[in-house]
């Protein structure tokens, strides 16, 4: 492994994560990864946009000090070939918070997701999806404002997990073999065969993890969406353990939906979070129809993939959705889209995606002074109808300007 490819910044200082909490001091290392295709064009705006914030913000009184780490592309051109190096990941653990831009998953025999292996190998379990309007998006609702979520999405699990056998290998015919004589199943011959493993430790952790942002951002509900009406044992088990977590560990911050209907005739006592659940394909619907029903959301692996989307594309699709993944302590930020190679170093790409998850990374590390004027100045800049391609061609006497031009433009209206 070489020990030249990360350089630790000249200042600052690393944050420690100790006793549950993280420390971080006013001058913090955090890591970033530019990323493939437009990450040469959205990184270094969004690098101007967040710093400056900060700067704003705290009058100079504190500063990040960026680490750039290497994955992807810009990795294997260093290392000869390595996308994934080890010395990255490592980075990624001692400084707990990093943001990363999107990476190509490299074509060709044996490759996973970049994006997959890190999760995984870092164990970020809940990839967690703010979801919320900006005054001014292109959207195709007519009431956008109601919708402002947060989905946490388990991200080890679930179909996910990558136990599949391909028609007509052995290890298929071995499995269906098993599954016909042992388990008495039926299925067609020469079925695919995949594993959904759902487990109450999984289930647990992500759900503490929802019902603990919504204590402390003061939300309303959480909402456990499930196919459990099918799928019993690992959908529905889900839900029943959700339920018992929130019970267990967070029973005199919740109520149940039931219990509010029930025993307090529909009111909710003061102070109390809502836990309910819903069957997923209803809270598709859900989500278009009755969006301000719904706050905090934690679901499957499946399940939120497509959640998550659909629900971006409500307020203005995925340019600029952010994203977390979340372990325990340790986080990465991530834009949600992928690398658009049609567009990279044109400067022209929305630059929001990764923008939104820097204002979450903010958030997170506990400095909500800046993430919050970089979104009053998005709104600014938006309301001054300055956009950029994506959104130009949505709407009506907009100001087309290239991804760096939007960045001063925000900086301006910061
Ligand atoms: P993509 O998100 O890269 O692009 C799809 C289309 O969305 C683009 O052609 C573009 O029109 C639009 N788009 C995406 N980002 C935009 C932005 N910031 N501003 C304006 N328009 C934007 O999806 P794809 O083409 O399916 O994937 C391309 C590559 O990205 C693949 O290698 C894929 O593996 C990878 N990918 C990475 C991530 C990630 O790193 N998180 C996520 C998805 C895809």
């Not at 039926?186 to 999984?202: C, D, M, Q, W």
């Not at 997923?280 to 859900?286: E, G, H, L, S």
């Not at 949600?336 to 567009?343: C, L, S």
Request: charged fraction near 25%; glycine fraction near 10%; charge should be negative.
């Amino acid at each position: 492994m070489s020990k030249k490819l990360i350089q630790p910044p000249p200042g600052g200082h690393p944050i420690r994560f100790e006793k549950g909490h993280l420390e971080v001091p006013d001058d913090p290392w955090i890591g970033y990864v530019e990323g493939d295709g437009i990450g040469v064009d959205i990184t270094p705006a969004c690098l101007r946009i967040w710093d400056a914030a900060v700067q704003k913000a705290y009058g100079g009184r504190r500063k990040i000090h960026w680490v750039e780490l290497f994955l992807g592309e810009k990795a294997g051109t260093r290392t000869g070939g390595d996308y994934f190096p080890a010395e990255t990941l490592q980075w990624m653990k001692d400084l707990w918070v990093s943001i990363k831009g999107p990476l190509t998953t490299p074509v060709g025999g044996g490759f996973r997701s970049l994006n997959v292996s890190l999760r995984q190998a870092l164990d970020l379990y809940a990839c967690v999806r703010p979801v919320r309007y900006y005054q001014g998006v292109p959207s195709p609702l007519r009431e956008p404002e109601k919708i402002d979520v947060v989905l946490f999405r388990e991200n080890t699990e679930d179909v996910y997990a990558g136990i599949e056998y391909a028609a007509g290998t052995p290890e298929n015919e071995r499995l269906a073999r098993f599954l016909r004589d042992e388990m008495k199943a039926t299925f067609f011959e020469g079925a695919g065969l995949g594993v959904k493993p759902i487990s109450r430790f999984g289930t647990e952790r992500l759900v503490r993890q929802a019902i603990t942002y919504a204590v402390e951002h003061g939300r309303r509900s959480v909402t456990l969406v499930h196919k459990g009406n099918i799928m019993k044992f690992t959908e529905g088990a889900f839900r029943n353990w959700g339920y018992e977590l929130a019970q267990r560990e967070f029973g005199d911050r919740i109520v149940t939906e039931e219990e509010v209907t029930g025993r307090y005739h529909g009111r909710v006592p003061e102070g109390r979070i809502v836990i309910k659940d819903r069957i997923a394909d209803i809270m598709f619907q859900m989500m278009l129809l009755r969006p301000d029903e719904f706050d905090v959301i934690a679901t499957p692996n499946l399940n939120g993939d497509y959640l998550s989307d659909a629900v971006a594309a409500e307020v203005g699709g995925m340019g600029i959705a952010p994203g977390a993944n979340i372990g325990d302590g340790i986080a990465v930020f991530e834009a949600t889209h992928g690398t658009a190679p049609k567009h990279a170093g044109k400067n022209i790409v929305n630059p929001g995606s990764l923008l939104f998850s820097g204002v979450l990374l903010l958030e997170y590390i506990g400095w909500p002074e800046a993430a919050e004027r970089i979104q009053r100045g998005y709104e600014r800049t938006l309301a001054d109808r300055i956009v950029t391609y994506d959104f130009a061609r949505l709407m009506t006497e907009a100001r087309e300007v290239s991804t760096s031009a939007f960045a001063d433009a925000l900086i301006e209206r910061l």
